[in-house]
Each structure stands twice: as structure tokens, then as C-alpha cells.
């Protein structure tokens, strides 16, 4: 059973109380509907994280990405692909220096939209 499937069981439990009031109700429903969107996150980065090889968190907030072809993509600090140029250094968080072989921001953009949508 998934946290889906347990957020549904535990709701149907409450609203089937007869001494609970509406107002209660709503709230409830509220509640589970924003613990939900709090885990969709986490399964919008499978696509990603399925598709590749390493990835580098960059010093402003970003993640520089490196498919297992070993081409290259950027996702800003907002989590959208973004314009890589190619032959720039980025610099990671530890300091360590990469530079850019390609731009792969339409593979990217299509990973992270595939990740929201299979939820």
C-alpha cells in the first residue's frame, strides 16, 4: 500500500465519524491534500535520476547533470532546465571546476515534465 493509497484509508476512516463536524472534515481533506503536493517532489527526479550518470551540485544553487552518453544539462536552482553553454566552467560545490561538452536543455526539460506527469 502505497503513502497514496494510505492518505485515502486514513481520510475515509475520519470522514465516516458521525460526531465529527463539516468544518473538521475540511480541514482534514485540506491537510492530506498538502502532505500530498509535499511528496510529488519526490517523485518528479526519477526520470532524471533514472537517465543519469552523475550530477554536480553547482555553487549557485543549481545541479549540472551529466547523461550516461556523457552529454550534459543544467537545472537552475528552481528545478528548470536551463541554457548550457557549451565550453564554460562551472564550478560545483566543493570547488571542483567542470567544463561544459554539450547542451542537452530540451533532453532535460522533457526528463523533469516526464517525472511530474507519471505521478
Not at 9 to 19: C, G, Q, R, S
Not at 29 to 42: D, H, K, Y
Not at 96 to 106: F, L, P
Amino acid at each position: 500500500m502505497n503513502a497514496e493509497q494510505l492518505n485515502e484509508a486514513a481520510l475515509a476512516m475520519l470522514l465516516n465519524e458521525k460526531e465529527i463536524n463539516v468544518k473538521t472534515k475540511l480541514s482534514i481533506a485540506a491537510l492530506i491534500a498538502v502532505l500530498g503536493a509535499f511528496a510529488a517532489p519526490s517523485f518528479a527526479g526519477d526520470a532524471v535520476s533514472n537517465n543519469v550518470s552523475k550530477a554536480y551540485s553547482l555553487k549557485d544553487g543549481g545541479t549540472l547533470y551529466v547523461f550516461k552518453d556523457g552529454k550534459m544539462a543544467q537545472e537552475n536552482n528552481f528545478g528548470r532546465a536551463v541554457y548550457l553553454k557549451q565550453g564554460q566552467a562551472y564550478e560545483t560545490t566543493d570547488g571542483q571546476k567542470i567544463i561544459a561538452n554539450s547542451n542537452e536543455v530540451a533532453r532535460l526539460d522533457s526528463l523533469i515534465q516526464q517525472g511530474h506527469k507519471s505521478r
